[in-house]
C-alpha cells in the first residue's frame, strides 16, 4: 500500500480496491491481541491525528470486536430482532396471515436476524444462539409455521456460500478452497487449526459441512 500525505486525505492503493481515500476523522482502530503479555502500542497516526482506539467496530453491517466472540453483532441482532417482531405481532393484529405474513417476516425479520450468518454462524457461543434462537421461536408461534433455527440456517447458507465459491474462479478465496480439492474423492481436506477459534470460523466449518453433504 501507498501512503500519499501531501494529500488532505490519505490515499490507499491496493490490487483489491483501487483507490481508496482514508478520512482520518472517520476512522477507528480495532486492536486484536490473543498474546498473554500484551504489549502497550502507540495509536496510529493519519495526517498528524492520532486515531481513536475501539473495542467493538461496525463494519457492513455486521459488529466485530477485539475479542472475536460476535458479543457485541448478536446483542445488535437481538435488538433489532425484538423490534421487528413487534411489527411482525402489529401486522397480524390487523388481520394479516398466510403468505404475505411469512413474506414479511422473510424479508424484514429473518433477514436482519440472518444477516452475516456465514460469517458468525458457526462461531457465536452457545448462550448467543439461544438468544437468537428465542427470537426466532417467537416469530414462529406468530406465524404458526416451524422455522429454522440459527445453526440450521447457518449450516445450509454455509454450505450453499462454499459451493458457489468453488465455481467462481475471481474469488479471493478461490485458490485457497481449491487448493484443499481431495484427489480421491470430491470432498475436501479439512486445514490445519491449531487454534479452537479458526476451527469454528467459516472456512473450516463449511469444508467440514460441505464434506458431510457429499455422503447425503
Known sequence: MQVNDDCQKSTFHAPFCGCLQINAGKTKELVVDFRRHKQILSPVNIQGRDIVRVDSYKYLGVYLNNKLDWTNNTEAIYKKGQSRLFL????????????????????VVASDI??????????????????????????????????????????????????????????????????LSSSFSDRLIHPKCLKERYRRSFLPAAIRLYNQSCFQ
Open 88 to 107: 411482525l405481532r402489529r401486522l397480524r393484529s390487523f388481520g394479516v396471515q398466510g403468505e404475505l405474513l411469512k413474506t414479511f417476516f422473510e424479508s
Open 114 to 179: 440472518f444477516y452475516g450468518v456465514v460469517c458468525w454462524g458457526s462461531s457465536i457461543s452457545t448462550a448467543d444462539r439461544k438468544r437468537l434462537d428465542k427470537l426466532i421461536r417467537k416469530a414462529s408461534s406468530v406465524l404458526g409455521i416451524p422455522l429454522d433455527t440459527v445453526q440450521e440456517a447457518g449450516e445450509r447458507r454455509m454450505v450453499v456460500k462454499l459451493s458457489s465459491l468453488l465455481q467462481n474462479a475471481s474469488h479471493t478465496l478461490y485458490e485457497t478452497v481449491t487448493s
